[in-house]
């Protein structure tokens, strides 16, 4: 989507190994967000940040860290891949901090699939 | 845990019909509502934000809320093939961060 993107879009790897994944924004936006998506679970919350080097876990953050040292850029890494972490993972980014924001513009997601 | 519930479908509606989607949400507190669309294979996108009770109109689509019975609905019009999808519904939480949590969306299909 305009504004933010996700690299890789689709990835293969083996079991054990480390994974990043990268979210990159050129809106300036203060919040940036790391879902997965999967059959029956829908949208869930791995990982956030509010700021430069501020970030906090999300619901399903247990084998996931992460990393922020750029406005622009959000690190997603699987520290030891499983095949449970076989998911679409999304970055999301929100640019108001008030009650009335406009929720989310999420990125194209990335496929990734451990075996 | 804050919970945001959606039947999962298939709704399937005739082309030219109204296609009606439920959401209940379990926090009391929230005050923000949003629904996005996904396409298969595709990222949410935003459709409609609702923050107060009563309905919100944008062109085919009305958004509902209820606070008092914790619900917010989703209402489109003239259901054309193209709004086959599957529909999110999300509910910010009240805390810090602009957290939205997600329902399991349904999946909606328009048949000409």
């Known amino acids: 989507d305009a504004g933010i993107t996700q690299s890789p879009r689709h990835k293969v790897t083996e079991t054990g190994t480390p994974v990043t994944l990268r979210c990159h924004q050129t809106?300036?936006?203060?919040?940036m967000y790391w879902y997965r998506q999967d059959p029956g679970h829908g949208l869930r919350l791995i990982h956030y940040s509010y700021g430069v080097k501020d970030t906090d876990k999300g619901e399903v953050s247990d084998g996931y860290s992460v990393s922020r040292s750029k406005t622009e850029d959000f690190l997603l890494t699987l520290e030891s891949a499983t095949s449970s972490q076989t998911s679409v993972y999304f970055c999301?980014?929100?640019?108001?901090?008030?009650?009335?924001?406009?929720?989310?513009?999420f990125g194209s997601g990335t496929r990734l699939t451990v075996v | 845990q804050k919970e945001v519930e959606q039947n999962s479908g298939p709704l399937s509606v005739p082309e030219g019909a109204i296609a009606s989607l439920n959401c209940t949400y379990s926090?009391?507190?929230?005050?923000?509502f949003f629904w996005y669309r996904q396409y298969s294979g595709k990222s949410p996108e935003l459709i409609m934000s609702i923050y107060s009770n009563g309905d919100k109109e944008d062109g085919r689509f009305t958004a509902q809320l209820n606070k008092a019975s914790q619900y917010v609905s989703l209402l489109i019009r003239d259901s054309q093939p193209s709004d086959s999808a599957t529909y999110l519904c999300a509910v910010r939480e009240a805390t810090a961060g602009n957290k939205l949590t997600f329902g399991g969306g349904t999946r909606v299909l328009v048949k000409p």
């Open positions: 999301a980014i929100s640019g108001r901090d008030t009650l009335y924001n406009y929720g989310y513009t």
């Open positions: 926090d009391r507190v929230s005050q923000s």
């Open positions: 809106e300036n936006h203060r919040y």
